[in-house]
Nanobody, 124 residues
């Protein structure tokens, strides 16, 4: 069955860096776009970044442009989110998700499988 397993979250000081990893399994990874979302208590889950099936097209929400980088390695079945210059407002649970098709869209309704989430806390 389809599974997405995130790792790499934790506590980091403002200005620091973290790299989140997502290990998909149970489907043909190179046939799907992938996305990273985040959610804070009481708010909706919002997209952070997305990448198409072969990695040559990416999307970022404005608040993370220039600080976060999404990438994928289809040979290793891995998706990454490199997060630099972290701010307290980046604190959230981060989720990896599979897009229904080969590309991506910002709407979470176009993602059909989700990981369990990993907590990222940015605090001094």
């Amino acid at each position: 069955q389809v599974q997405l397993v995130e790792s790499g979250g934790g506590l980091v000081q403002p200005g620091g860096s973290l790299r989140l990893s997502c290990a998909p399994s149970g489907f043909t990874f190179s046939s799907h776009g992938m996305g990273w979302f985040r959610q804070v208590p009481g708010k909706e889950r919002d997209i952070v970044a997305a990448i198409n099936y072969n990695g040559d097209s990416t999307y970022y929400v404005d608040s993370v442009k220039g600080r976060f980088t999404i990438s994928r390695d289809n040979s290793k079945y891995m998706v990454y989110l490199q997060m630099n210059s972290l701010k307290p407002e980046d604190t959230a649970v981060y989720y990896c998700a599979r897009h229904v098709g080969t590309y991506y869209k910002p709407s979470q309704n176009t993602y059909d499988y989700w990981g369990q989430g990993t907590q990222v806390t940015v605090s001094s």
